[in-house]
């Protein structure tokens, strides 16, 4: 069982940044691929950003890619997601996911957090 914590959500003009923070639980987070998700309602959760436990390998979403950058310390169990160039698409809730397959399908993750709001408004 892994537990996700996600922080650092908030309210950001465009064009602005924010660097969302991922704590988890597990002492053995460098065996689990990383990903950020995000989600609007009404529409399905999709895919921002994937990192490999060692943090070799990283996968962005088209969207995102040249924006944010998916980075993850092992040793204080936590994931980071900073977010610069803001765009009012961006607004969404974002989780935090752990699963053992590096991935860009919601599916493959077996544990989320409970997820943070993002809201880029002038």
């Known amino acids: 069982q892994v537990n996700l914590v996600e922080s650092g959500g908030g309210l950001v003009q465009p064009g602005g940044s924010l660097r969302l923070s991922c704590a988890a639980s597990?002492?053995?987070?460098?065996?689990?691929?990383m990903g950020w998700f995000r989600q609007i309602p009404g529409n399905e959760r999709e895919f921002v950003a994937a990192i490999s436990g060692r943090g070799g390998n990283t996968g962005y979403a088209d969207s995102v890619q040249g924006r944010f950058t998916i980075s993850r310390d092992n040793a204080k169990n936590t994931v980071y997601l900073q977010m610069t160039s803001l765009k009012f698409e961006d607004t969404a809730v974002y989780y935090c996911?752990?699963?053992?397959?590096?991935?860009?399908?919601?599916?493959?993750?077996?544990?989320w957090g409970q997820g943070t709001q993002v809201t880029v408004s002038s």
């Open positions: 996911a752990a699963g053992g397959i590096f991935s860009r399908m919601r599916e493959r993750y077996d544990y």
């Open positions: 597990s002492d053995h987070l460098s065996t689990y691929t």
